[in-house]
């Protein structure tokens, strides 16, 4: 039977980067993958949908090209097919570059679902595979997240989507129903605007996109209000009968007709086959409970990513499977949460890193608010033609940066400077020190410092 020094189940983005970083440091490693290497994220998530994102912003790009001057001739149109084709051609290029990796680094990849088996007289765990087994030293597991399906009346029988088969779908439809108005629902809702779906977006909660600044959020939903996007707020979907979704409201039923309904109402861990009671792995709510250190309650064994249930993000992830190797190889490390960003790639995008208003009023933590349209920044004037934002600074009791929101393009690139200085425990201070580039749109990190 195989030792392995460390077993991967899940080759997602914690499982693939955590085997490359075992293997480079020396670790003889394998790693398991039930499905495509990326997991989610690179196959039916983050990658997918940027591209598909990025393929509408041109669009609307074009649509406002007359606003720089730019001449053009006939109505700008779009072929669907041709636009999923791109994003499989873009999501097989970088499954391949994550292959190589991997085989540079001899990792064993094994394309087949694993199950923990026990430990075996050392303490070694087993893991048992296409039935082969396999013993191993240390196991992280990155099994990531599936989508959560609510118990609605008729939903089974609608022919719903998930964010994996509106990612496939090679044909617009006429009305769009998204239930669920997180930040996956929100990219939908913005790439099927774009493409001239009538959009309608059912959401629970008092505002969209769940623990995003809620200022901002509702800046952004009011723009694509504008743009022909109807909202449904604080309002229960109770029933699918047909083209009709029924809905309620503050006592109230009424229905919207949709030719589609896309679901969009969170993730859950899965754990599922993984047999983690047979090691006694403590569990926390749906998920997998870890210390620091990415280490379970069973010292030999480690998880990371969306099966923790914490953060359901890829880039966390990849943090973590780094610290977890790290720990494994006697390197002082430990994951922080403090500065984890979050963006949502609509068109304006949105971002955020720290803490919210609504988190330290809640708290009763001491905070004041720098703030300033995106509009004091030249360069996102002369690239944003009569587009709005917002660039939110949140300070703590010590004058520290503990936050960070913005709204307006590019958010996704600029929110990264505000987290190191989160990170890093800045003061304001500290931070206006700091050189930006002129003329660039990160400048206006630097002007609201002085607001």
């Known amino acids: 039977m195989t030792l392995y020094d460390i077993a991967i189940i899940g080759g997602g983005p914690a499982g693939y980067t955590a085997a490359e970083r075992a293997a480079a440091n020396g670790l003889k490693t394998i790693l398991f993958e039930k499905n495509a290497l990326g997991g989610v994220c690179l196959n039916e998530g983050c990658i997918p949908t940027k591209t598909l994102l990025y393929s509408a912003k041109t669009l609307d790009s074009i649509k ?16 669907l097919g041709k636009i999923i ?32 088996e026990g430990e075996d007289g050392e303490r070694n765990i087993l893991i048992s595979y296409n039935g082969e087994t396999i013993t191993a030293e240390k196991v992280l597991l990155c099994t990531g997240s599936e989508t959560i399906v609510p118990p609605i009346k008729g939903l089974a029988e609608s022919g719903y989507w998930t964010s994996k088969e509106a990612l496939d779908n090679k044909e617009a439809p006429d009305s769009l129903a998204i239930i669920g108005g997180g930040v996956i629902g929100i990219e939908f809702a913005s790439f099927f605007n774009s493409l001239g779906t009538k959009v ?50 503050d006592g109230e039923q009424s229905q919207i007709e949709a030719g589609q309904i896309l679901l969009s109402t969170g993730r859950r861990p899965v754990t599922a086959n993984l047999n983690v009671d047979k090691l006694g792995i403590e569990m926390f709510r749906s998920g997998i409970k870890v210390n620091e250190c990415m ?69 009763g933590e001491p905070f004041r608010v720098l703030k ?30 503990i936050g960070c929101h913005m709204l307006g393009n590019p958010a996704s690139e600029l929110i990264v400077i505000a987290g190191i200085a989160i990170e890093k425990g800045f003061t304001v201070e500290e931070f206006q020190k700091i050189v930006f580039p002129h003329p660039t749109v990160g400048e206006i990190i630097h002007e609201t410092l002085f607001s």
């Open 64 to 79: 406002s090209a007359p606003k720089y001057g730019v001449s053009i001739e006939g109505s700008p149109d779009f072929d």
């Open 85 to 116: 084709a791109r994003k499989q051609k873009t999501v097989r290029k970088l499954v391949a570059g994550i292959k190589q990796k991997l085989a540079a680094h001899e990792v064993t990849v094994i394309n087949s679902e694993a199950t923990i």
């Open 200 to 249: 309608t977006v059912i959401e629970m909660l008092p505002e969209i996109l769940g623990a995003m600044d809620k200022e901002l959020s509702a800046m952004l939903r009011a723009e694509y209000a504008k743009r022909g996007i109807d909202f449904y707020l604080e309002t229960k979907v109770i029933a699918i009968e047909g083209v009709n979704v029924i809905i309620e409201k």
């Open 295 to 363: 280490q379970t309650s069973h010292p030999n064994v480690y998880a990371c990513g969306d099966i923790t249930g914490y953060s359901l993000l890829a880039h966390t992830a990849v943090r973590e499977g780094e610290v977890a190797v790290n720990h494994i190889t006697g390197k002082k490390d430990r994951m922080s949460y403090k500065a984890i960003p979050g963006v949502v790639y609509t068109n304006p995008e949105i971002a955020g890193v720290g803490q919210t208003e609504e988190e330290l009023t809640a708290k």
């Open 372 to 401: 300033l349209p995106m509009a004091y920044s030249g360069r996102f004037v002369a690239e944003n033609e009569m587009g709005n934002g917002t660039c939110k600074l949140i300070i703590g009791g010590k004058d520290e940066i």
